[in-house]
Each structure stands twice: as structure tokens, then as C-alpha cells.
């Protein structure tokens, strides 16, 4: 029997609180997860790789196998005048900064104080214990 390469799966990504912070159901479209290739942590490979289609799981990761911890390097102090001057910042407001290659990086304002805005780099869901419930729609093998 072949060993799954990836699980195609719908997802709610709940907090400690309960609350759900994102769900493949509200977009219809199932998530492919990858197995072996790194992009998932050990913890959660072990989580998953013997589910089959139509398996319901839920499981929780602590913050350093799911998202990772809150790392203190990726907050910044940055000046405003950094900013578009007509770019409404607030806290909570996502921006974007340009990443090595043309890359993306999403950060979150954090803060205001005067002429300096606090922004995180972190994952939003870093430092957060996390649930996951999974739906297998199909498991992939190579």
C-alpha cells in the first residue's frame, strides 16, 4: 500500500478561546496538505498520515507545532513616515512589506504612538495553541 503524499481535507483552525479563526468551509474549497515535505511539523504529519477519505479528526498542536511561537525580532518600530501618507493605520489593520524574490510579507499593526507604528511579522496564529477539525475529502499517494 502506498504511502499518502497528501490529504485533501476540509479545515476549521480553532483557538483556545472557541472561537474559530479560519475555515476552508466559508471559501468551499478543501486545503491540500502536504506530507514529507516539510511544509507541515512533525507533530502535525504524525496527526494525519494515517487518515483515509471521509475520516473526521480533531487534534491540538501547542504553539511550537502548529504556527511556532511568537518570535520578538519580527515586531518592528517603524516610523510613519514609512507609510502612503493616505494609508489608514490602525491597529489590527494588516499591511504588506516586500519580501526577498518579490515575495509578500503580511505583518499586523500592533500599535500607534505618535509618529511610531509597532508592526509584527509574526503568523497571525503564532504563540497560539491551536485545534484543528479536519473533514478528509481524498488522500493522495505517489
Do not use: Y
Request: charged residues 25%; aromatic residues 4%.
Amino acid at each position: 500500500m502506498s504511502e499518502a503524499s497528501a490529504i485533501v481535507c476540509h479545515m476549521n483552525i480553532k483557538l483556545e478561546d472557541g472561537s474559530t479563526a479560519d475555515s476552508t468551509q466559508a471559501s468551499g474549497k478543501p486545503a491540500k496538505l502536504n506530507l514529507g515535505d516539510q511544509s507541515l511539523s512533525p507533530a502535525f504529519e504524525a496527526q494525519i498520515k494515517a487518515l483515509k477519505a471521509g475520516d473526521k479528526h480533531t487534534f491540538t498542536l501547542e504553539p511550537v507545532d502548529a504556527f511556532g511561537e511568537s518570535n520578538p525580532d519580527a515586531i518592528h518600530h517603524l516610523d510613519r513616515s514609512r507609510f502612503p501618507a493616505d494609508m489608514k493605520l490602525e491597529e489590527g489593520v494588516i499591511v504588506s512589506f516586500a519580501g526577498p524574490g518579490g515575495s509578500e510579507i503580511p505583518g499586523i499593526v500592533r500599535n500607534l504612538a505618535g509618529d511610531s507604528v509597532t508592526v509584527d511579522l509574526n503568523h497571525p496564529l503564532a504563540g497560539h495553541k491551536v485545534t484543528f477539525e479536519l473533514d478528509v475529502v481524498e488522500v493522495l499517494t505517489q
